[in-house]
Structures are given as structure tokens and as C-alpha cells.
């Protein structure tokens, strides 16, 4: 199989998340089920922030097991993969916390005391409505990034078992993933339902993009690049970034009531995830 048809595979597998996506153009559903797929997304996100964790953390702990038994590995190795764990989890989580900050700033109107040539640009700009000035449009996008980073990993993984030449591999992954990334779509969309404005299809197309587009990125970067400090720095990333969101949709969860509801949301969720990891598990990969 060709290193382009690998490509190619692999973006059909980021593209998948487009088959949850037109659920955001539910208009005004009712409360109880804007608070279900609420809780649904924060399920899906819990068992990805698991998973990325885990694979993160994994490389971390076999290098400490070699220094410490056999001393096939150097405590430098261990170090900087203890710097790149840590460093990008800190940068994942705390990059989108000033983001959002800096962007709710920006976004407060013009008060009436603002005067100069560059006022009523920021008040119109404030008041006329853009795709990311909800705070729903905001959460989807920031879930779109953190979903993205993991599929970049997911994207590497792919390459570079290409790259060594397991194509079975490669393949297993490929649809595996695909089925994972299906139910991810979900997850990006679920604060959308809450918006008074529809989204429009080029708004979940860019979030589709933004999400699974990525899985085509690491795919391509795979083949060429296999290095596993790459691979953990993206991991690592991801968990941060996910937790971000993880904390911003319970806030969201909380203000929507029905504790059942929100329970029952999360188990969905989380099974979902749990589910379409075991078609890897079961193929051996």
C-alpha cells in the first residue's frame, strides 16, 4: 500500500467526526435532552482524557522501569520525557484557560465612555453577531481543538506504524479510529443545542475540520517522522486541552440541572468511548 493511500485512509478516518455533527442543527431541543448530550459529551471527553493519559504516561513509565532494573535507559531520558509529559498537560490546560479569558475581554461592548476612531468598530463588533462570540460557539471550538490534538496523535500513530512497515497495523488503526472519531462529533456539537442561533453548515464544517482534519496531519507527519517525544508532546497536549473542556462543560452541566440526567449522559458517554476502543483491543492492535 502506497505511503498516499495510507494518507488517504487516514483522513477518512479524522472525517468521520462529521457524522455527529449535524445534531447541533437541533433547533431549541428541550431541556432535558440539551443537558443529555451535554453530560454525553462530557462522557466521551472523560474516557479520551483516560486514554491519552494513559499513552502519555506509558513511554514515562517504561523508561523509569529500564533506568531502575536494567539501565538500558539514562536518567536524561527519563527527565525530558518527565519535562514533555508535564510541560505540554501544563500548556494544553493553561493555554486555553488565558485564551478564554483574553477572549471574554475582547468581547464585552463598548462602554459609553469609549471615544476615538477605533470605538464604534468595537462596538460593532461586540453587538453584530460572529460564529465564535457565544459562549456555546466558544466551548465548541475550544472541544474541536482538544479533540484535533488528540487526533493528531491518533494521526501519528498510524503513520509511523505505516512507517515501519506494519500495514496490517496500520489499517486495524485506521478503522478503528474511524469508528472512535464517529462518536466525537457528538461531543463537539452538544453545546450548540443551548445557542439561539442555529449553527450554520460552514460553522460544523470548520469545527469538523478543526477536529478531525488533524488525523490526516499526523497520518502524513507519521510516515515521514517516527520519533516518540513527538508522539508523547502531542498526548500530552491533548490531555490538557481536554481537561480544560472537561471542567468548562460541567460548569455548563451544573447550570442544567437533573443530576440523573447528567449521570446517565456521562455513562453513555463513557461507554461510547469504551466501546469503540475495544474494535482495537479485539484486533490486536
Do not use: C
Amino acid at each position: 500500500m502506497t505511503p498516499s493511500q495510507i494518507a488517504l485512509l487516514g483522513a477518512i478516518a479524522g472525517l468521520t467526526i462529521f457524522l455527529g455533527l449535524p445534531l447541533g442543527r437541533l433547533q431549541k431541543p428541550a431541556p432535558r435532552l440539551q443537558a443529555f448530550l451535554n453530560a454525553v459529551a462530557i462522557g466521551i471527553l472523560v474516557f479520551l482524557l483516560w486514554d491519552v493519559l494513559s499513552k502519555a504516561i506509558e513511554p514515562l513509565d517504561a523508561a523509569l522501569k529500564s533506568v531502575t532494573t536494567d539501565g538500558e535507559t539514562s536518567w536524561s531520558t527519563f527527565v525530558l520525557l518527565a519535562v514533555i509529559v508535564t510541560g505540554g498537560i501544563t500548556t494544553g490546560l493553561m493555554s486555553l484557560t488565558y485564551y478564554e479569558r483574553w477572549m471574554n475581554q475582547r468581547m464585552k461592548p463598548a462602554t459609553p465612555a469609549s471615544h476615538g476612531p477605533g470605538a464604534a468598530a468595537l462596538a460593532e463588533f461586540a453587538t453584530q453577531p460572529r460564529w465564535i462570540t457565544t459562549p456555546a460557539r466558544r466551548l465548541a471550538l475550544l472541544i474541536a481543538v482538544g479533540i484535533g490534538l488528540h487526533n493528531f496523535s491518533e494521526g501519528l500513530a498510524i503513520g509511523q506504524s505505516a512507517a515501519r512497515g506494519e500495514i496490517s497495523l496500520a489499517l486495524l488503526l485506521i478503522v478503528g479510529f474511524g469508528l472512535h472519531n464517529a462518536t466525537e462529533g457528538f461531543g463537539i456539537v452538544a453545546p450548540l443545542t443551548r445557542d439561539a442561533e442555529r449553527p450554520s453548515w460552514a460553522l460544523l464544517a470548520l469545527l469538523g475540520l478543526i477536529g478531525g482534519g488533524p488525523t490526516f496531519l499526523g497520518t502524513l507527519l507519521g510516515q515521514s517522522v517516527v520519533n516518540d517525544y513527538l508522539f508523547v508532546a502531542f498526548l500530552a497536549l491533548a490531555a490538557g486541552s481536554i481537561l480544560y473542556v472537561v471542567m468548562q462543560l460541567l460548569k455548563v452541566a451544573f447550570k442544567l440541572g437533573s443530576t440523573e440526567v447528567l449521570m446517565w449522559g456521562v455513562l453513555v458517554g463513557l461507554f461510547a468511548g469504551i466501546a469503540t476502543d475495544m474494535v482495537l483491543v479485539a484486533a490486536g492492535a
